[in-house]
Structures are given as structure tokens and as C-alpha cells.
């Protein structure tokens, strides 16, 4: 009986090794969006396909880190005219790419002088680096900042997207005053709560996994911000657009940002999940997006 016992125990502790250094190796390695992926899935692969004009670029990183960059003009009303001074940077989540992203820059394209679109370290076709889970993204957000010059910038970002943006706008004082505002989607307050809840949804049970890997991430060098501490020092208009069944990020963190956040506005979405808060009830979703860059122009 204690033999078997002891070879419970082993076969318990080598099957959490090995599910927890699966969770650590997809964690910093996601699905590459590639152009192959868009093709798989009969979606366009960059925004020429779009019929849409377009500069693309490589933005190179101390250590040998190299993001692709698409820098897209936005609609121009008729006299040729910008519709606005500001430029969108639109940050995807992790897993994802630009080439996800492209399907939500009609809205900006339509209210912003300029929309720009970027892979993660470690996303779609970046090279040089795996992702750092969102652990030193934001200098790399600011790099692109510095980038593209003198500007004022909107910040839209989704999920881990919205972690970054966060974390850039409270951590260089030099591109703080050019952040005209943040937008973002699906906001989750921590990388660990939303690993927990990502392998909830999978069926795999979260602790003491999660525990795991997250000592792991640290013994690696990849220590997280606290978010709650860094979103109350924002300077500029936050607006938090979140779905009410989000299984990720929970609906209840984002009220809680918006009560306790100055200059922060929350528009719910009722029903929406994670991924498609910009779709469930779209006009009223394009309305208070537009309203919101609106005010940002006429405050500056």
C-alpha cells in the first residue's frame, strides 16, 4: 500500500511538471497569426488587401527584437482635411496579431489622423524575442512612441493589449503629456488571474499550476507591474469598454476601475465575452468611441 502510494505521489508531481512547463512554454510561445493563419481563415493578410493605403515597417529593439509596423492614414473628408490630431496605436491581446487587429480600424481610421498596428514581441511576425507576457511590452509601445514623432496618440489596446498601454502611459514621463487617452477592451487586472481563468475555460484545473508557473516566469526575469497601483496614476481620459460575460477578464474588476479611477468611464456591453465587445451592439459601441475621441480633440 505505501509503494503505491509513493507512486501516486511521483506519477501526481511529474504530471503537474509537465502540465506546468506546457502552460510556461505556450505562455511565452502563442500561436503565430501569421499571413499563412489569415489565409487559413479567408482574412485579408494586410491592409492592401483592404484597398487600403498603407506603410509597413520593421521596429528594431535593443537585443535584437524586431516588431513589423503598419502605419495606415485615416479618412480624409472631403478638402483633404485629417479628421483629427491624433494617432490610434492599436494593441492586440496575447495570441493574436495585427492581422486580428486590422478587422477593428475602420472606426479609427474614420476619427483618427493615423492608425498604427504592431505584433507583440513574440506575436504574429515579430522576431528576435518570445513574448514577456506583458511583463516589459510597454517599452517597446513607447520605443514605437518615440517613432513615430511628434504626435498625440490614442492608445487602444484589448486584453494584454490594454495592460501594455496602461503601463507605457504611467511609466515615462517624457510621452505621458502625448497620450491624448486609452481605450481599452477586455482589461484584465493581472497576468496570473488571467492565466487562472484562461485554463478554467479549458477544463484544467488553475491551481496549484498557475502557482507554478508563475514562479517560473519570475525565475526567468519576468516580473509583473501591479496594475491597480499604476492605473490610478493615469493622467488621461480612460475609457473601458467591457462585456458583461467576459470569462477572462471579470466584469467586476472593471466597474471597480471605473469607480475608483479618476477620468476613467466605462461603457458596458451586455452579454458580450472577451472578444467581441466592439461587435455586440456596434452602433452604440461606434458612438461612444467617437464621443470619447471627440472630447479628447477639443481638450487639447
Known amino acids: 500500500m505505501t509503494g503505491l502510494l509513493v507512486l501516486l505521489a511521483i506519477a501526481l508531481t511529474l504530471g503537474i511538471a509537465i ?9 511565452r510561445r502563442p500561436p503565430r ?9 479567408g482574412l485579408p493578410c494586410d491592409p492592401g488587401e483592404m484597398g487600403l493605403a498603407f506603410e509597413a515597417w520593421e521596429l528594431d529593439l535593443p537585443g535584437g527584437a524586431s516588431l513589423p509596423v503598419w502605419e495606415i492614414p485615416g479618412e480624409s473628408p472631403p478638402g483633404g482635411t485629417a479628421n483629427s490630431n491624433i494617432t490610434a496605436i492599436l494593441i492586440h491581446g496575447w495570441g493574436r496579431s495585427r492581422i486580428d487587429t486590422l478587422r477593428r480600424i475602420e472606426l ?17 511576425e515579430s522576431e528576435g524575442s518570445l513574448s514577456m507576457l506583458g511583463a516589459g511590452e510597454h517599452q517597446d509601445l513607447i520605443a514605437l512612441v518615440e ?8 492608445f487602444v489596446g484589448h486584453s494584454l493589449g490594454a495592460m501594455i498601454a496602461i503601463n507605457a502611459a504611467t511609466s515615462d514621463v517624457d ?38 508557473a508563475m514562479l517560473w516566469f519570475r525565475l526567468m526575469g519576468i516580473r509583473h507591474r501591479n496594475l491597480w497601483t499604476d492605473i490610478k ?3 488621461c481620459p480612460l475609457l473601458i469598454v467591457h462585456g458583461t460575460d467576459d470569462v477572462i477578464a471579470p466584469y467586476d474588476d472593471a466597474v471597480k476601475v471605473a469607480r475608483e479611477v479618476s477620468n476613467a468611464t ?10 467581441d465587445t466592439h461587435l ?8 461612444v468611441v467617437s464621443d470619447f475621441v471627440e472630447g479628447l480633440e477639443q481638450s487639447h
Open 280 to 287: 455586440v451592439d456596434e452602433e452604440a459601441h461606434n458612438a
Open 108 to 124: 479609427f481610421r474614420a476619427i483618427c489622423n493615423r492608425v498604427v498596428l504592431y505584433d507583440l514581441r513574440g506575436h504574429g
Open 147 to 154: 517613432r513615430l514623432g511628434e504626435d498625440r496618440f490614442l
Open 266 to 275: 466605462l461603457h458596458t456591453v451586455q452579454g458580450a465575452g472577451h472578444l
Open 19 to 27: 502540465l506546468t512547463t506546457l502552460i510556461v512554454v505556450e505562455a
Open 175 to 212: 510621452i505621458a503629456p502625448r497620450i491624448a487617452g486609452i481605450i481599452t477592451y477586455g482589461l484584465h487586472m493581472g497576468f496570473h488571474s488571467s492565466l487562472q481563468q484562461r485554463l478554467r475555460t479549458t477544463g484544467y484545473p488553475a491551481r496549484p499550476l498557475t502557482d507554478l
Open 233 to 235: 496614476l493615469l493622467n
Open 33 to 41: 497569426h501569421t499571413a499563412g493563419y489569415a489565409v487559413a481563415k
